[in-house]
């Protein structure tokens, strides 16, 4: 079936290090794939998504790169900030069985935290 | 527009005890959904909903009932709780996914079954 696999936290940056997580996934046909942030106490906020391969999904100077002759999408970020930190979720869209409808199905999660 | 809003955001229930988790949107969403996110599993599919009255399970729908009188509304129900659904539960709404629509997601309701 359908899985996303995101590198296992939990993440300890300083303050303008660099940033990559790592994200693939096993899917039939051609997902859409997301990133979402979640910060402490907040519900997920998507920051960034990829329709197609080789699309470049950024925002907030984030950016991720939708790959598929290797089935991933790593988020990257050059600089990253105290306020970065947070828990950032792969995803995939995928169709579910009745009335062509589709879900999002998550990797575990990673935890991020940065440091002054 | 206040978006996704979810009630309670806090609640312990004992054993067997029953609960109706709160969602609604604002946002005029077809889609409807509620997911519980567990330390290391990421997020779950509970149910789902394509519109008013349409309703579908997900990959962990046992123990829970939702229903879809309208659009607005997205109410998870516990009939009996078990320890096993303390859990974090999201609710989620989209416009009809048929392509690459965000979902927008609540701020979460904290479960604890004693």
């Known amino acids: 079936g359908n899985s996303v696999t995101q590198m296992e936290g939990p993440v300890t940056l300083s303050e303008e290090a660099f940033l990559t997580i790592n994200c693939t996934y096993t899917?039939?046909?051609?997902?859409?794939l997301f990133w979402y942030v979640q910060y402490p106490g907040e519900g997920l906020q998507l920051l960034l998504k990829?329709?197609?391969?080789?699309d470049k999904g950024s925002n907030k100077g984030f950016e991720a790169t939708y790959r598929k002759e290797t089935t991933s999408f790593h988020l990257e970020k050059g600089s990253v900030q105290v306020s970065d930190s947070a828990v950032y979720f792969c995803?995939?869209?995928?169709?579910?069985?009745?009335?062509?409808?589709?879900?999002?199905?998550f990797g575990k999660g990673t935890k991020l935290t940065v440091n002054p | 527009n206040a978006g996704v809003t979810q009630t309670p955001k806090f609640q312990v229930l004992k054993t067997g005890q029953s609960m109706t988790l709160q969602c609604a949107q604002d946002?005029?969403?077809?889609?409807m959904s509620w997911y519980r996110q567990d330390p290391g599993m990421g997020l779950r599919l509970i149910h789902y909903?394509?519109?008013?009255?349409?309703?579908d399970q997900g990959e962990v729908p046992n123990g829970y009932n939702v229903s879809r009188s309208t659009t607005e509304d997205f109410p998870l129900r516990l009939l009996s709780a078990a320890p096993s659904q303390t859990s974090v539960y999201f609710c989620?709404?989209?416009?009809?996914?048929?392509?690459?629509?965000?979902?927008?997601f609540g701020p979460g309701t904290r479960l604890t079954v004693l």
């Open positions: 899917a039939t046909g051609y997902p859409s």
């Open positions: 946002m005029n969403h077809e889609y």
């Open positions: 909903s394509v519109g008013a009255g349409i309703t």
């Open positions: 990829a329709t197609k391969a080789d």
């Open positions: 995803a995939l869209r995928t169709l579910l069985t009745q009335g062509g409808s589709e879900k999002l199905v």
């Open positions: 989620a709404s989209s416009y009809r996914l048929a392509g690459h629509n965000e979902q927008f």
